[in-house]
């Protein structure tokens, strides 16, 4: 009978002692792996900002273009635009979540900051049937910032779903994609100096170079990215089925012994990257074209003068067939597989100057379209065994090779290897990738109604060898990465793409310890990096992350709680530069910082499922220099002074953020 308190008699005499409240078994796998993975419930670093990455640094408003200060090279493989500053805090087709919920799952985070900043967050997600779930995930952000014009507007959005039929042989994995990310671009603070001045308390008086009589709360100058990928890979698999009863006979399940299976994969995406400057100055854009504005660099802002307007778009649709044989079966599973696929990318510049002849013949200039189109083929291979239980190995390798089109020879190969640790918690992974990377479509076209610019660079060649491991029971991880890169690829100071041909190293070694005294912890994380002299890479040498705080359950552990104090800080170094007329940062060697650690005070909080911070950030500010974090592009007469800048961007002073999230169960 079951335990309704309804139906009995005498509720008051109930033994309510044995009632259990669980929570929902909610968990989530990745596309093309068997891991399974629950929600975060830890609240050690619940209070570190949404979209951050551990060592990225921002233009110094949530948001804002961002550059990771542990070097990562972009291991593309095909045809690409090359726009990579809002990968923090986009959603990307290739790493959504696939849920399963025994009830329906909503989470809803807020979080607020100084000077308006907020992030609002709604997900839900619900299984339609035991093997039917589908989920809803949106993100809102929007920070007007610290300083002049650099308000930041973004919209987040992915939808799932993954289905398997009753008796194993069918699986369909879905996704959409949408990203929105607008920035306002400032162009930097014009006069390094007035950040030091005391009659600039106020940061929005600060000087910035885009500034105008255009608006007092929206730049002239604007970049908007926009990206849209539907994601569609289903599978049929052969094999012999079983069902399996329950123990009272009342009901059963299937068990399949895969033999060998056939998956279709589908990706369909359009990209736009739209700059847009309102109130040009003809000095801005000498490094790209040389064109008279009606504003002449007074800095005001004139109805129906001249313009820039830049739009660059990407199309591409990815088909492959793999053919799939398995051996072992259940966690032991071997599975391998080769396939075909078959790629079409289309790049349009708009508006794009192209040049016609008369009938004298004289050269005459017409603006329009300018569009590439490529069709490539490429077959492709892997071969995996994941460790799905402590005590198992884990090996991986897979291929993708263009045999014809455009990007014929271009290809990727990875391998690792690895093991879940048994005796000692624990897991160490050990692996090589190669890339050969054709050029960004960015990075070889240039266009507007005022010039054309193409580059051509040889192919780019990055080998990684990393290892890795993490001893849970230690509370200590740490890790290995070199990177031999030969034709790399970067903007350089002079705002144009280069290549460097010189083959280079690249070394990268961190490590994590945690280490616990009754209630206290002390978390440590270091990372060394070492690179030749004279590469085009900016990264600081050493950088150190250290958290000390005070974690307790209390009130009889209905309340967790993790508060304290943390510290980051980097070695100086010359940071890289932002060009916000081509939206990329750029290699920089001509100005260096060095700035005081970053601190920041937390209180974290849990109750059941509800979780809570408020954190008092930067707090170096208030007795410290303010820290200048990245470079511009040189000024040449700012608004018509006379005088010569190389602008600068400086973090935000000390900000207050609250923030929580709340997870639902229907």
Known sequence: ????????????????????????????????????????????????????????????????????????????????????????????????KFYNTARPYSLFTYQLGSKLEQTVRIMHTQNVKPNWNFCFDYIKTNSPGFYKIQRTNHDNLNISTNYKSLDKHYTLYAGLVYNKQQNDENGGLAIASELEDAHYGDRKTLDAVFQSQYSATRSSVTNVQRDFTILLQHSYVWGNTDT???????????????????????????????????????MRYVSLFHRYFANNGSGYFSQGSDSVYTVQKWFWVDNKVLLNGFIGKGDKQLTFSAGVGNRYDRFISDPSLNQVKDSLPALVYKVGNDESSYISNYITGEIK???????????????????????????????????????????????FSQHLNSTPYSYSNYENAYTKLTYNFNTENINTIFGKVELSNLKLSGGITNYLINNYIYISEQGTPAQYNIPFNLLQVWGRK?????????????????????????????????????????????????????????????????????NKFFYQHSSSIGNVPEAAVFANFKIKRFKAFVIFDNIQQLFAGNAIIYTSNPVINFNNTGYNYTPVYAAPDAVIRFGFSWPLVN
Do not use: C
């Open 385 to 431: 065994k994941e460790a799905l239980k402590p005590g198992q190995w884990e090996y991986k390798a897979n291929t993708q090779f263009f045999v014809t089109g455009q990007e014929a020879g271009k290809f990727s190969f990875n391998a690792l290897i690895g093991r879940e640790l048994k005796k000692h918690p624990g897991s160490f992974v050990a692996g």
């Open 1 to 96: 009978m079951p335990n309704n308190p309804k139906s009995l008699k005498d509720t008051s005499k109930s033994n309510t002692n044995k009632w259990r409240d669980e929570d929902p078994k909610t968990t989530f796998e990745r596309l093309d792996s068997k891991r399974i993975y629950s929600p975060d419930s830890e609240i050690h670093i619940f209070h570190r900002a949404p979209f951050t990455q551990l060592w990225s640094h921002d233009l110094g408003n949530l948001g804002s273009p961002s550059n990771n200060l542990l070097f990562t090279p972009d291991n593309r493989v095909g045809p690409s635009l090359g726009y990579h500053i809002f990968d923090g805090i986009r959603f990307n087709v290739d790493s959504l």
């Open 514 to 582: 945690v280490f616990k005294m009754g209630n206290f912890y002390l978390d440590n994380e270091l990372v060394f990096q070492q690179a030749p002299d004279n590469t085009p890479v900016n990264v600081p040498t050493l950088m150190g992350r250290h958290q000390f705080s005070i974690e307790r359950p209390m009130f009889k552990r209905r309340l967790k709680i993790a508060a304290g104090v943390e510290l980051r800080y980097n070695t100086p170094y010359y940071p890289a530069g932002y060009n916000p007329l081509l």
């Open 244 to 282: 399996v009863y329950s123990t009272d006979s009342t009901s059963f399940t299937y068990s399949l012994k895969p033999k060998f299976s056939i998956t279709h994969k589908m990706e369909l995406s359009t990209e736009k990257h739209t700059y847009k400057d309102l109130t040009p100055d003809s």
